[in-house]
């Protein structure tokens, strides 16, 4: 897939309750990890949003080229922000991503985007399923499921599992699992930079 073809998206901005600081300012390997996360996108796609309900706090540290969605729901959970960025998409997929992944490289990303054109056109996300548990905010999504998931949160639906598991989705292969880890505790903060040994 060409870079012009795809649209990825940043979540960025949450709470971050579990981890106590700003996930995405923490630094990585010297790089704050939205912004390592956010030139890796760069790197596979022409168009990288990065949603937040505070613009102004990634001012510093956001790559040129990025454009900022101001999340007009915040403290509402990860599903709500994702539909009012993907209100905003032109393309036929979108990337959702967290800003904390720090081990996710380019070139994965770019094979994973390349399978898109495979798919069967009943298909409206590719998605990592791991540990019994989906992966959504490393995932792609048509721009056409846009309906189905305001008809959920319309029901009251807040959960990226349950609706998942509602739409249909495809398991994104994943060969090594360690790209999807995430830092949400000062416990996975730790690990990453003395276990993984990669700062």
């Given amino acids: 897939m060409q870079k012009d073809e795809l649209t990825i998206l940043i979540l960025c901005g949450g709470k971050s309750s579990r981890m106590g600081q700003d996930k995405a300012l923490l630094e990585f390997q010297g790089i704050p990890l939205l912004r390592k996360i956010a030139l890796l996108g760069l790197e596979c796609a022409d168009q990288v949003g990065l949603i937040t309900p505070t613009p ?3 001012l510093s ?6 454009y900022f969605i101001t999340e007009e729901t915040p403290t509402q959970g990860p599903l709500l922000a994702f539909a009012q960025g993907l209100a905003s998409v ?4 979108v990337l959702l991503l967290a800003c904390d992944l720090p081990l996710l490289q380019a070139d994965i990303v770019k094979s994973w985007s390349d399978s898109l054109a ?6 409206l996300a590719l998605v990592p399923h791991h540990d019994g548990h989906w992966h959504p905010l490393c995932g792609f999504y048509r721009r056409r499921c846009l309906g189905m998931l305001r008809e959920f949160i319309d029901q009251g639906g807040t959960s990226f599992q349950a609706w998942l598991d509602t739409a249909w989705v495809q398991v994104l292969p994943v060969e090594n699992p360690e790209v999807l880890f995430n830092c949400n505790t000062p416990e996975d903060w730790r690990i990453l930079t ?3 040994g990669r700062t």
Wanted: net charge positive; glycine share 4%; proline share 9%.
């Fill in 118 to 123: 495979y798919l069967p056109d009943k298909v």
């Fill in 194 to 196: 003395s276990q993984l």
């Fill in 90 to 93: 032109t393309r036929e997929w």
């Fill in 61 to 66: 540290i956001a790559p040129r080229g990025c």
């Fill in 56 to 58: 102004t706090t990634y």
